[in-house]
């Protein structure tokens, strides 16, 4: 593997969330003393009637996890980390998710589904903690240089938004499919929807634990969508994703859930004939 000073070019990430009890309490059910927990039970049965999910808007969550993948300008992978381990504090979790996005130079952020929640997620925790971002919040830029411009995949790339043509057909399936067409673990007996239930029960870091093989498998999808660019030779990519496999078990021997990433792995394979 090349090492970290080659630069970072990517930050491959992904985030979990949480409600926010105290203010769900307050915005949704004012005057009414609901606990934050009360709250967000109510909260939750609420939006499975609406939609038949208890996924939380983003203005009403705080960020658990961040997960981040370091990647080169090569697209080699260079580190995994999560914030703010061990205590995973929402408010010093954000602060240091944007200084690290300015001290690497503004690299591109590249998630799958993150213009719809991660990104949004993180920047309503800017707004909320008083976190300057005047280079992301670029607004007085040409509409085309502005960071936040939905076209701008220099600056961010959802990779949701590639492969979905912006949205023009519904990729069903989401991040676990496309982890596991590339014969990555995709989830593993956890998934977003027991997150909030983890966390009640006092699982912060299992969570974590959760958000870093995500992270690796947006990362793997990343690579397989530099080979359809054409910026990856399909010989250079499994040549990545052997380099990032032996980062990956190295790193088992200290970290149990890269023995779990790795004991779900599957290689890809080229269709015979």
């Known amino acids: 593997m090349k090492p970290e000073s080659s630069g970072v070019a990517y930050l ?18 004012p005057g009414q003393g609901l606990m934050p927990a009360d709250a967000v039970a109510r909260f939750r049965c609420e939006l499975m009637e609406q939609t038949g999910r208890d996924v939380f808007p983003p203005t009403f ?50 998630t799958f589904n993150g213009r719809g929640y991660d990104v949004p997620v993180l920047e309503f925790a800017a707004y909320r903690y008083g976190i300057a971002l005047p280079d992301w919040f670029n607004v007085s830029a040409p509409s085309y240089e502005q960071s936040r411009n939905r076209y701008n995949t220099r600056s961010h790339l959802d990779l949701c938004d590639l492969f979905s043509n912006f949205s023009a057909t519904r990729l069903s399936g989401g991040l ?27 699982k912060t870091a299992e969570i974590n634990d959760y958000c870093r093989c995500d992270a690796l498998d947006t990362y793997f999808v990343f690579l397989r969508s530099r080979v359809i660019l054409g910026r990856l030779s399909l010989e250079e990519e499994q040549v990545i994703v052997n380099e990032a496999k032996a980062w990956v078990t190295q790193k ?18 080229a269709p015979e004939g």
């Open 12 to 29: 491959v990430f992904d985030i979990e969330a949480v409600a926010d009890g105290r203010l769900v309490s307050e915005m949704k059910y």
């Open 61 to 110: 969550v705080l960020p658990i996890s961040i997960a981040i993948a370091k990647v080169a300008p090569d697209f080699r992978l260079l580190d995994v980390v999560t914030l703010d381990e061990p205590e995973f504090r929402p408010h010093v979790m954000a602060r240091q998710f944007w200084q690290g996005w300015r001290h690497y130079g503004r690299p591109t952020l590249v």
């Open 176 to 202: 676990n499919l496309f982890a596991r067409l590339v014969g990555k673990p995709g989830k593993t007996g956890v998934d977003g929807s027991q997150v909030q239930d983890m966390f009640d029960a006092g």
């Open 252 to 269: 088992a021997d200290t970290m149990p859930v890269f023995r779990h990433y790795l004991n779900h792995w599957g290689d890809w394979t």
